[in-house]
């Protein structure tokens, strides 16, 4: 099966700093990988999509990025505050050609004013 | 569009109850998802729908679990008997066909 990995349970990151979360996944490469955010009490909501044959892609103040021969994918979120403080998952398609997600399970952040 | 509605927000039962959980998901979404939530497993996929019909359903658990797309606007995940091990958050999502998934607000089911 293709799994998924935030080594990462939780981390800790002081207001204005730029925070790094990583993902790894195993396996072959999937055609895309996708970010969510989660807060207590609520479902994840999307944030970023980012397609194998793109290198990064950004939104505001949020970076990711695919590195295919790590296996890997950074999601960086710049001049960081505590309102960005949530958990943060990382998910790929379950196989080739499948619309299902397998998502990792999540990195904690905690954006200290 | 409110967006994806689940109901109830909370559900407590005793084991050996039947548990019913309901969603609604975004009008013209062809896909529909059942995912559960705990602390030690994270977000695993329970049942896939593609226009209402069942795709794949091999994260069931078991037979206690059933799951049931009668209409494009309606979803029903069943767990009969219920046991104290189902207590987690429940999520139903629902997606345009390769896009991003849109998550309900869960349901957060304690069995005791």
């Known amino acids: 099966s293709q799994k998924i990995e935030q080594n990462s349970e939780a981390l800790n990151i002081q207001e204005g700093k730029t925070a790094t979360l990583t993902c790894n996944y195993t396996n072959y490469s999937p055609a895309y990988l996708q970010w969510y955010r989660q807060d207590p009490g609520r479902g994840p909501v999307f944030l970023l999509l980012i397609r194998e044959n793109e290198k990064e892609k950004r939104k505001e103040r949020l970076k990711v990025t695919f590195d295919t021969t790590l296996k890997q994918s950074l999601f960086h979120i710049t001049a960081s505050q505590p309102a960005d403080s949530a958990t943060y998952l990382c998910a790929r398609p379950a196989g080739a050609g499948s619309y299902q997600l397998t998502f990792g399970k999540g990195t904690k952040l905690s954006v200290i004013p | 569009d409110a967006g994806v509605i689940q109901s109830p927000r909370h559900e407590v039962t005793e084991m050996g109850q039947e548990v019913t959980l309901r969603c609604k998901p975004i009008s013209g979404h062809n896909s529909l998802f059942w995912y559960r939530q705990t602390m030690m497993r994270g977000l695993e996929l329970l049942i896939y729908f593609n226009n209402n019909v069942p795709i794949d359903d091999s994260g069931m658990p078991e037979d206690r679990f059933s799951a049931k797309m009668p209409n494009a606007s309606f979803s029903t995940l069943k767990i009969q008997p219920s046991e104290p091990r189902d207590s987690a958050v429940y999520f139903c999502?629902?997606?345009?066909?390769?896009?991003?998934?849109?998550f309900g607000q869960g349901t957060r089911l304690t069995v005791v």
């Open positions: 999502a629902s997606s345009p066909l390769g896009d991003e998934a849109f």
